[in-house]
């Protein structure tokens, strides 16, 4: 059963950063896609980082995001991270992490088949 816990969530002022983590198990991490997602009050779910586990090239951002957050690995222990810096109140979400069956064929636009319970973050102004 795969399971993917995220924690590293919290409430911060805005230009503050945050760094959310996510650990799986019960899945093959190797040569794969994995991702955050937000969504945020009223609004729908959007892609907010992905990269291929393999390495190389293949990392991919949403243009909200892009120069203030930066999606790692790491391989040894199966996990991911979400560094996010120069928060603003607009980044106010909850975060969830994502797992793909593939790689990263479409980016952010990938099929993601397991998804953790998601990470709530506060951006105050």
């Known amino acids: 059963q795969v399971q993917l816990v995220e924690s590293g969530g919290g409430s911060v002022q805005a230009g503050g950063s945050l760094t959310l983590s996510c650990a799986a198990s019960g899945y093959t991490y190797s040569r794969k896609c994995m991702g955050w997602f937000r969504q945020g009050p009223g609004k729908e779910r959007e892609g907010v980082a992905a990269l291929y586990t393999g390495g190389g090239p293949y990392i991919y951002y949403a243009d909200s995001v892009k120069g203030r957050f930066l999606i790692s690995r790491d391989n040894a222990n199966n996990a991911v991270y979400l560094q996010m810096n120069s928060l603003k109140p607009d980044d106010t979400a909850v975060y969830y992490c994502?797992?793909?069956?593939?790689?990263?064929?479409?980016?952010?636009?990938?099929?993601?088949?397991?998804w953790g319970q998601g990470t709530q973050v506060t951006v105050s102004s």
């Open positions: 994502a797992a793909a069956r593939t790689p990263c064929e479409s980016g952010l636009g990938t099929t993601f088949d397991y």
